[in-house]
């Protein structure tokens, strides 16, 4: 069963960065296209940013624009997503998660994701 669990989050003050990983295990990561998300109390999941396994192509949101940017490393069996310029609004719990394999198409949706973990705690904050 694919897992993927996620890392590197915490409480960083408006203007900061974070980088989160997510590390699959019990299979490579080669051939899925990989999602990051977020949700904060109160509200929907929402998506955040993807990576296609095929080209490598990538998809934001426009809320993370220019600031976040997320990379794969295969060869680590890792997704990146660094966070630059963190405002206040990005806090979250920060999931990631795979689409079936030899799907290439970053549909934003978390419906079309999963299985989820455990996700990772960001926070913005001063």
């Known amino acids: 069963q694919l897992q993927l669990v996620e890392s590197g989050g915490g409480l960083v003050q408006p203007g900061g960065s974070l980088r989160l990983s997510c590390a699959a295990s019990?299979?490579?990561?080669?051939?899925?296209?990989i999602g990051w998300f977020r949700q904060a109390p109160g509200k929907e999941r929402e998506g955040v940013s993807c990576v296609s396994y095929r080209d490598g192509s990538t998809t934001y949101a426009d809320s993370v624009k220019g600031r976040f940017t997320v990379s794969r490393d295969n060869a680590k069996n890792t997704v990146y997503l660094q966070m630059n310029n963190l405002k206040p609004e990005d806090t979250g719990v920060y999931y990631c998660?795979?689409?079936?394999?030899?799907?290439?198409?970053?549909?934003?949706?978390?419906?079309?994701?999963?299985?989820w973990g455990q996700g990772t705690q960001v926070t913005v904050s001063s």
């Open positions: 019990r299979f490579t990561m080669d051939y899925y296209t």
């Open positions: 998660a795979a689409r079936g394999r030899f799907l290439p198409q970053c549909i934003m949706s978390h419906g079309v994701f999963g299985p």
